[in-house]
């Protein structure tokens, strides 16, 4: 069994690497590498695509990788199970419109859009722990709950078109999406890997997802 965590330079990854081969390393779920090489994500049983940054700069930078061809057939075609994390989840959408009109994946019908909090005085990023609210039992939340807190940092959020898309949210004037899925892609806005137990608990669970 092999994860791939797709390195596409959008940040650091070492976090992410750490905490995936440990939750792998304690159920059994095989192998995690970070990696740049399309043979290698062809090739694994699972798909990870973290992302830090811009929405724009992130498409361009993962369409420009050797990587997207063979995502997009792992994912699409061979059904594997894929987790986008942070702007990774935001790839996910049709469209994101940081900066400029971009295009996305398409898998979740939503949009991207700035978080506009109705508080003035919430200040954006939104920055820091969260608790999550549960909207549609999901495998990959076996053992999580509503109130359990979720790491986040972004400025940007995904606006949905197809609510039953959306798994989980948060509050932060207002309703911001924080877990998105269809079929064999589930996307976190949040970075599992520093949310302590709670995302500890999403990795081990998606790693051993079997959509």
């Known amino acids: 069994m092999l ?8 940040g650091n990854l070492h976090s992410a690497e750490k905490a995936f081969q440990r939750m792998a390393a304690e159920t059994g779920a095989g192998d995690v590498v970070v990696t740049s090489d399309a043979e290698t994500v062809a090739r ?4 990870v695509l973290p992302g830090d940054g811009a929405f724009p700069a992130c498409a361009a930078a993962l369409r420009a990788s050797g990587c997207f061809e063979a995502l997009v057939e792992a994912v699409e075609r061979k059904g594997r199970p894929f987790l986008g994390i942070c702007v990774g989840m935001q790839l996910m959408a049709r ?7 971009t295009e996305g994946l398409g898998w979740i019908d939503g949009e991207v859009m700035h978080i506009a ?3 003035p005085a919430l200040k954006v990023p939104h920055m820091g722990w969260n608790d999550l609210v549960i909207d549609t039992p999901h495998p990959v939340l076996e053992g999580v709950k509503t109130g359990d807190h979720a790491y ?4 940007y959020q995904m606006r949905m078109a197809d609510l039953s898309q959306r798994i989980a949210h948060v509050d932060y004037g207002g309703d911001v999406t924080a877990i998105v899925a269809r079929d064999n892609r589930i996307g976190f806005q949040f970075h599992p890997e520093k949310s ?3 995302g500890l608990r999403m990795i081990a669970n998606f790693l051993s997802w079997a959509p």
């Open 3 to 10: 994860t791939a965590i797709i390195d596409y330079e959008s």
């Open 44 to 47: 694994a049983d699972r798909l």
């Open 95 to 101: 469209k994101g419109h940081e900066y400029a009109e």
């Open 117 to 119: 909090p109705t508080d």
């Open 152 to 155: 986040f940092v972004h400025s």
């Open 196 to 198: 302590s137990a709670a």
